[in-house]
């Protein structure tokens, strides 16, 4: 049986455990059991990940009496809307949901950032558990407690601070998940390295093409090493005031990007990561705050592993600068009407900056798209 690593999110009463291991799907019973406030769960998954693992789930969760339904919805990032959300909420009342009953989110950050916001407002908010099945969401979307949805006006607009009360990362649930979007979730999983620890990066720059194709241990070390850098930065800071905000570095970029193409799906939102990364390491060195060659060590690293570092040609998208800075512009993290950027003086030295000024954005926008 393969070893779990355990992860503590402290929280005071909102505190729980990430565990990360191979296997852990078979066990999700009995780890998830002393965390329910009764026997009873429903799964929610979408309709490529529960032919997958579904019955796995159900298997488990049945080993430990654990009584169990599920839901399954389209996948995709159109699915975290306010019309699934309804959906969901529906049918969770339509089965009886019960303020004892515990959600559990099988799939990806859609799934996990929909489920977690349903179980933030049902019934006046009830638990749930996170079981990611996505590189991005196992190193990020799983752990914190961030749950939303997208609107017309942009990604996340809409959504809660509300924290799983369990998350279960099984890396063998990698295996099956397709290249790109393995890579998408490399984006997320590198930016830990960028933000506060080079060492992390450099081993990234050795490593990442080996996790990339299925090294378990390198994956376990990838996995573990960014959800204790999440958790050590959201027990800091959970809602977001300060410290936290390091976190979207790339996001202010990346999140123009993917409003840009209406989350149709052809710029997979760790892409867009990957590019806004690149795209603020190349705004830091502009302004003199970062040297030229850290941010062509990123370029070049998210290149090698197969990442789009540039906005890629898509059909019925004409990338055009002044409209991606109307698209920072309704991010929530503007503040006073200031944008907010997450900056760099170097690999592994980001910070937050609220005084950059339009003209060199734009100019930076401009250089990218070619
Ligand atoms: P996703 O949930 O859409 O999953 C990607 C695709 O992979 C989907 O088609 C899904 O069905 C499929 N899939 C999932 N697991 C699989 C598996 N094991 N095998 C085969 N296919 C599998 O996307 P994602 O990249 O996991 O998450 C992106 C979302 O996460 C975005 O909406 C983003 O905003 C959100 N996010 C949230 C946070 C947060 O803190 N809450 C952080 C980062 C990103
Ligand atoms: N993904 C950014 C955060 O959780 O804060």
């Given at each position: 049986?393969?070893?779990?690593?355990?992860?503590?999110?402290?929280?005071?009463?909102?505190?729980?455990?990430?565990?990360v291991?191979?296997?852990?799907?078979?066990?999700?019973?009995?780890?998830?059991?002393?965390?329910?406030?009764?026997?009873?769960a429903?799964?929610?998954?979408?309709?490529?990940?529960?032919?997958?693992y579904?019955?796995?789930?159900?298997?488990?969760?049945?080993?430990?009496k654990?009584?169990?339904?599920?839901?399954?919805?389209?996948?995709?990032?159109?699915?975290?809307?306010?019309?699934?959300?309804?959906?969901?909420?529906?049918?969770?009342?339509?089965?009886?949901v019960?303020?004892?009953?515990?959600?559990?989110?099988?799939g990806?950050?859609?799934?996990?950032?929909?489920?977690?916001?349903?179980?933030?407002?049902?019934?006046?908010?009830?638990?749930?558990?996170?079981?990611?099945?996505?590189?991005?969401?196992?190193?990020?979307?799983?752990?914190?407690?961030?749950?939303?949805?997208?609107?017309?006006?942009?990604?996340?607009?809409?959504?809660?601070?509300?924290?799983?009360?369990?998350?279960?990362?099984?890396?063998?649930?990698?295996?099956?998940?397709?290249?790109?979007?393995?890579?998408?979730?490399?984006?997320e999983?590198?930016?830990?390295g960028?933000?506060?620890?080079?060492?992390?990066?450099?081993?990234l720059?050795d490593?990442?093409?080996?996790?990339?194709?299925?090294?378990?241990?390198?994956?376990?070390?990838?996995?573990?090493t960014?959800?204790?850098?999440?958790?050590?930065?959201?027990?800091?800071?959970?809602?977001?005031?300060?410290?936290?905000?390091?976190?979207?570095?790339?996001h202010?970029?990346?999140?123009a990007?993917?409003?840009?193409?209406?989350?149709?799906?052809?710029?997979?939102?760790?892409?867009?990561?990957?590019?806004?990364?690149?795209?603020?390491?190349?705004?830091?060195?502009?302004?003199?705050?970062?040297?030229?060659?850290?941010?062509?060590?990123?370029?070049?690293?998210?290149?090698?592993?197969?990442?789009?570092?540039?906005?890629?040609?898509?059909?019925?998208?004409?990338?055009?600068?002044?409209?991606?800075?109307?698209?920072?512009?309704?991010?929530?993290?503007?503040?006073?009407?200031?944008?907010?950027?997450?900056?760099?003086?170097?690999?592994?030295?980001?910070f937050?900056?609220?005084d950059?000024?339009?003209?060199?954005?734009?100019?930076?926008?401009?250089?990218?798209i070619?």
């Open positions: 049986m393969s070893e779990i690593d355990t992860l503590h999110l402290a929280l005071g009463e909102r505190s729980y455990d990430i565990l291991g191979g296997g852990l799907l078979d066990r999700a019973g009995e780890l998830a059991l002393p965390v329910l406030k009764s026997p009873g429903i799964i929610v998954s979408d309709d490529n990940v529960a032919p997958l579904l019955e796995r789930l159900r298997q488990s969760l049945a080993g430990a654990i009584d169990c339904r599920d839901v399954v919805l389209p996948a995709g990032e159109q699915t975290k809307n306010f019309r699934h959300l309804e959906e969901l909420i529906n049918r969770l009342l339509d089965m009886k019960e303020r004892g009953t515990t959600l559990i989110a099988l990806g950050g859609v799934i996990g950032d929909l489920v977690g916001f349903a179980a933030s407002v049902i019934l006046r908010g009830i638990d749930f558990i996170q079981v990611p099945t996505t590189l991005l969401s196992q190193v990020d979307s799983s752990v914190g407690g961030k749950t939303g949805i997208d609107t017309r006006h942009g990604k996340n607009l809409v959504g809660a601070f509300h924290q799983p009360r369990l998350v279960i990362a099984d890396l063998e649930t990698l295996d099956s998940l397709p290249a790109a979007e393995l890579r998408a979730g490399y984006a999983t590198a930016k830990y960028l933000i506060n620890d080079a060492g992390f990066f450099a081993w720059e490593a990442g093409k080996s996790l990339l194709d299925g090294d378990i241990d390198a994956r376990r070390r990838a996995v573990t960014s959800c204790r850098a999440k958790a050590d930065i959201v027990a800091e800071d959970e809602r977001e005031t300060g410290k936290r905000a390091l976190l979207n570095l790339g202010t970029f990346g999140h990007l993917e409003a840009e193409t209406g989350f149709c799906g052809a710029l997979l939102h760790g892409e867009a990561v990957a590019i806004g990364i690149v795209m603020a390491f190349e705004l830091s060195a502009r302004l003199g705050l970062c040297p030229p060659q850290d941010t062509a060590r990123v370029r070049a690293h998210y290149s090698e592993v197969g990442l789009p570092t540039d906005p890629p040609a898509i059909e019925g998208v004409d990338w055009n600068p002044d409209r991606l800075i109307g698209h920072m512009s309704a991010d929530k993290k503007v503040e006073a009407g200031a944008i907010t950027f997450i900056l760099a003086r170097g690999i592994g030295e980001a937050i900056a609220r950059i000024g339009l003209d060199d954005v734009r100019a930076v926008l401009e250089s990218c070619i």
